[in-house]
């Protein structure tokens, strides 16, 4: 019976889809909840045009590339994007990303993925998994 169930386990691990690969960001749901809150729509014209230009420089520059154990992504910093590396690795369903020059690691739930998509909910330092979703679509 356990080489059965074993078997199974290996068929579910190989039809698994990889996370490897290019993903870029093409929705957040934190951006489209502040787009469409009562604050910004208190916001002058000016204000609420400079933080759509933002969050749009962001959608359009923001990716995944994991290689092997490798990822190489962006990160808006000093209203700039960056491009940094680091090293992954996925425990169960969480993505564990640890920058190369920091110490800390950052912790993502994997909330969807396959072929074409990836979804992503941030986990904050104390282990909360946050509600808003990061959408990315295979390259």
């Known amino acids: 019976m356990n080489s059965i169930l ?4 290996l068929v579910i691990s190989f039809n698994k889809p990889s996370i490897e690969g290019k993903w870029k ?11 469409t809150s009562n ?8 204000q609420q045009k400079a933080l759509a230009e933002t969050f749009n420089k962001i959608l359009d520059g923001y990716y995944y590339d994991f290689r092997k ?3 190489y992504f962006t990160d808006f910093k000093n209203y700039e994007l960056v491009e940094l590396k680091g090293i992954y690795w996925i425990d169960a369903d969480t993505l564990i990303i640890g920058q ?3 110490i800390k690691v950052q912790k993502y739930l994997i ?3 396959n072929e074409k998509e990836l979804h992503l909910k941030l986990i904050d330092p104390k282990g909360a998994v946050l509600d808003m979703r990061w959408m990315f679509k295979r390259e």
């Open 6 to 9: 074993v078997l199974i386990m």
């Open 111 to 113: 909330s969807k993925i």
């Open 69 to 71: 154990d490798t990822v």
């Open 100 to 102: 190369f020059d920091k």
């Open 25 to 35: 960001m093409n929705r957040s749901e934190a951006f489209e909840k502040i787009l």
């Open 39 to 46: 604050n910004f729509q208190m916001q002058d014209e000016q």
